[in-house]
């Protein structure tokens, strides 16, 4: 059974970090792009971080630009999000998501990622 699990989440004063992994199991995805979601209650999925299979390309959704950073250790099949200078307006639940298809990338096109964590929560108080 393929997982996606994130963890790392928690509560954090604005201005504070927080560092997510995202740990895979029953596959590797060494050959997939890897990426962040997050939602916000009453507000669409988003794509915050996306990064290429080899690591060589990251893209951030403008909001975060600057302040995270996504990065990929293959040997140990996990995926982090480096978050700093947080803000209330990044509190939400984030997910982690996997791409499907071999050495793709869709950078933050949602439906080009298959697999899906379940999610851990992020909030941030001001």
């Known amino acids: 059974q393929v997982q996606l699990v994130e963890s790392g989440g928690g509560l954090v004063q604005a201005g504070g970090s927080l560092r997510l992994s995202c740990a895979a199991s029953?596959?590797?995805?060494?050959?997939?792009?890897m990426a962040w979601f997050r939602q916000a209650p009453g507000k669409e999925r988003e794509c915050v971080a996306a990064i290429n299979w080899n690591g060589l390309r990251t893209d951030y959704a403008d909001s975060v630009k600057g302040r995270f950073t996504i990065s990929r250790d293959v040997a140990n099949k996990i995926v982090y999000l480096q978050m700093n200078t947080l803000k209330p307006e990044d509190t939400a639940v984030y997910h982690c998501?996997?791409?499907?298809?071999?050495?793709?990338?869709?950078?933050?096109?949602?439906?080009?990622?298959?697999?899906w964590g379940q999610g851990t929560q992020v909030t941030v108080s001001s």
């Open positions: 998501a996997a791409d499907a298809a071999y050495r793709g990338y869709s950078g933050a096109f949602e439906k080009a990622y298959e697999y």
């Open positions: 029953g596959r590797t995805f060494s050959d997939n792009a």
